[in-house]
């Protein structure tokens, strides 16, 4: 039996209804404080509920010490009365849970005393001590497991998690239409990891981590969508760093709302809010800065005086250092953050100055999504530490408790061959220069879904890995094979490159039966994204084929668009996915000051696709990612490679990481230059002997030299 503790009032009696239940389930899961359950005009309070193969659904009401006469027995009846109905009503408005005209199973209710108590005789329902109730589960009938798969999705609130889509295009059952139809189909319930990050919330902070695909965004949707409606009186924030993911987090905080309580969100208490803001919408840190009527600084300010790369990390921490000897008001009860690895620290610190005891700050991320040149912070290096030197935020597990620290392990966007090839770009598993970057901690490996076939996950030792069987959900293996779910196209040049891309797009309309908004083209180089778009768009419209660049010529908040092809930078992509994904010049993940930064691009552009990927580029770089991605395929999509030694990780981290930012700022500006001329000189546009000659002289020198 799975235990989920969410919002605890009564631990003893928590701890007691456990103890009883475990001997009699094997296949369940026991909610304790389970979100509540709302009318239009009442609100009730689960204590616990199970939900179990072979013991049905029971609501567990817990009684008080005081003594029972007859008119606190009609108040306790009248409350398991109203917990009945409301519980009866909520599930009767999923079709698969009825049978003719009612439910389909028995919906059990118990109200649990401290000790053994006599019901009057008219009372309905149970009405128990926990030293009775071994009997009493005992002989309560099982369900049917299509049954129990139903009513689990109906109870952890996720059949809107994502409407399907109709697909009427669709005529033929071979085709990739109607391959996503299968796998639209596929997700019904939240995981054990899903389910626990969503509704255990302990009193504190809590981190989430996990992989791009593996429901982040969805958790922190639902958990806020369950604190608002167990503390409607609470200020509540959710927060993300990407401007294109804001329709999606709303889209999801609202429609939890409406399972949770049947009306939307009330906009005061819980808000969706951009961790900066701009273009007159408010931000996190617009929000913070005015409770405290601190300057608020828009990015022409930052960027001039911080740069562009730590424009918001200078802001923050103009903002730290405003209420540093403040008595800041706390004005949050709880902030949920998501895409945590792209938020500097001065940030979290900010938001933990700014939130209330005991400081319910929930951050949800995936190292290898980090778009900077940085690692994951670590907790005391985010919130920093007290007066006497001990970490503030403390995430430690403890047994019998809402867990602080919870890794998500299954990927249910991306097939397990487009991740571990993502694994091996980003790593740089199969480089012939050796590894760019390694988690510091060997074994999350394990915990993100890897199984070792040979060798260990320890300093120094050589090891095998691959995705294990139960890191995905089946959909994949049965309606996907390897050779087609990543594609590999390597090209001379960008027009051939833009050619084939065209040409695989118009067939994805016509004979795949995939719709427009099935594709999504992420371009890795976002300097030169604007350009790089145009020239594919001219390819595609010589077939046809309407396409739009998010962000320029469309809002930056709406990445699809009906019957047109969307092209994006990466950062717009972030956050967004689609069943077909061209990572459009590849090339650029060997190239730039931060070899992490590119091949964390790469990483992030791959794992965008929820069936297809087609990893595209030109020129000599491209050929270093073809090395690279035909060695994973020739393995079978195993990672084969040394782990590296402390040693050798602080070396990494030295070589790939740790630059003087005006420095890299100079070589970055060089490098991109250097880029545009060589794909000038490429694609034709001029020639060798148009430079002129001292230049080329003095290059040539210079490189013989070094």
């Known amino acids: 039996m799975e235990v989920v503790y969410g919002d605890q009032r009564q631990k ?40 179990s193969l072979e013991r049905g659904l029971i609501a567990f009401q817990y009684a008080d010490d005081r003594p029972i006469d007859d008119g606190a027995w009609q ?59 071994h009997d009493f589960v005992a002989a309560v009938a099982p369900l049917d497991f299509p049954l129990y798969v139903s009513l689990r999705s109906a109870l952890e609130r996720v059949t809107n998690i994502k409407p399907i889509k109709k697909r009427n295009g669709v005529t033929r059952e071979d085709s990739r239409g109607a391959i996503m139809k299968k796998i639209e189909k596929g997700i019904a319930n939240l995981d054990r990891w899903q389910k626990k990050a969503a509704i255990e919330t302990p009193d504190g902070p809590q981190r989430i981590r996990g992989l791009a695909g593996s429901g982040k965004t969805v958790v922190l949707a639902l958990k806020a969508a369950y604190l608002h409606a167990q503390h409607p009186d609470w200020n509540i924030a959710i927060t993300y760093y990407s401007r294109s993911l804001s329709q999606q987090i709303s889209g999801l905080v609202t429609r939890f709302s409406f399972e949770h309580s049947y009306e939307p969100p009330d906009p005061d208490r819980l808000r969706v809010l951009h961790s ?29 005086l911080y740069g562009m790369d730590d424009a918001f990390r200078g802001i923050c921490r103009e903002l730290l250092d405003y209420t540093e000897d403040m008595a800041v008001e706390p004005i949050f009860d709880a902030v949920l953050i998501d895409e945590a690895q792209d938020l500097p620290s001065e940030f979290f610190r900010l938001i933990y100055r700014f939130t209330s005891e005991p400081k319910r700050i929930v951050w949800a991320y995936d190292e290898l999504q980090r778009l900077s040149d940085s690692a994951m912070p670590s907790t005391l290096e985010l919130f920093g530490e007290g007066d006497s030197g001990e970490p503030l935020v403390n995430i430690e597990n403890r047994t019998g408790e809402a867990r602080k620290d919870i890794v998500l392990e299954v990927c249910y966007r991306n097939t397990p061959w487009a991740l571990a090839t993502a694994h091996a770009l980003g790593f740089g598993i199969y480089r ?22 040979h060798g260990a996950l320890r300093e120094g030792a050589s090891v095998t890995l691959r995705r294990s069987a139960a890191s995905y959900p089946p959909y994949f293996a049965e309606h996907l094979d390897s050779t087609d779910a990543v594609v590999l196209g390597s090209f001379e040049n960008e027009a051939a490159e833009d050619a084939w891309v065209a040409r695989e797009i118009e067939r994805n309309l016509t004979v795949d039966e995939l719709e427009h908004d099935d594709i999504l083209v992420v371009i890795p180089d976002t300097y030169t994204a604007k350009k790089r778009a145009a020239r594919l768009s001219l390819a595609l419209a010589r077939r046809n084929i309407p396409s739009h660049n998010v962000g320029v010529n469309t809002s930056a908040e709406e990445v699809f668009l009906p019957g047109s092809v969307a092209m994006t930078q990466i950062y717009r992509a972030k956050g967004n996915e689609a069943p077909m994904v061209y990572v459009l010049d590849a090339q650029y993940g060997t190239r730039g000051t931060s070899l992490v930064h590119s091949r964390n691009i790469l990483f992030t552009a791959i794992t965008r696709s929820r069936a297809w990927v087609r990893i595209t580029g030109h020129g000599t770089g491209m050929d270093i990612v073809q090395r690279e991605v035909k060695a994973v395929q020739e393995k079978a999509f195993e990672l084969v490679f040394t782990l590296p030694t402390a040693d050798e990780l602080a070396l990494l981290r030295r070589v790939h990481r740790d630059r003087p930012s005006a420095p890299s700022r100079s070589v970055k500006r060089v490098s991109d230059n250097l880029y545009s001329l060589l794909d000038q000189l490429e694609r034709g546009e001029i020639e060798v002997a148009d430079l002129p000659v001292d230049a080329r002289e003095r290059l040539l020198r210079q490189l013989g030299e070094q």
């Open 432 to 453: 012939d220069a050796g590894l760019v970057q390694h988690f510091d901690d060997y074994e999350l490996w394990a915990q993100i879904g890897y199984e070792v076939v």
């Open 12 to 51: 003893a009696a928590n701890e007691a209804l456990v103890d009883a239940l475990g001997p009699l389930v094997a296949e369940g899961t026991l909610y304790l404080g389970y979100p509540v359950l709302t009318t239009a005009d009442t609100r009730v309070q689960v204590d616990a509920l199970l939900v």
């Open 75 to 133: 108040e306790v009846i009248d409350s398991q009365d109203r917990l009945y109905a409301i519980l009866e009503g909520h599930l009767s408005r999923h079709d698969a849970l009825r049978r003719r005209r009612g439910l389909a199973f028995d919906v059990v209710t118990v109200t649990l005393f401290p000790d053994p108590v006599m019901s009057p005789a008219d009372a309905e329902g149970a009405y128990l001590s926990v030293e009775q109730l």
């Open 276 to 304: 900066w803001g701009g273009g007159g919408n408010p931000g996190l840190y617009t929000t913070m800065a005015r409770a405290v009527e601190a300057p608020v600084r828009d990015f022409q300010y930052a960027s001039g």
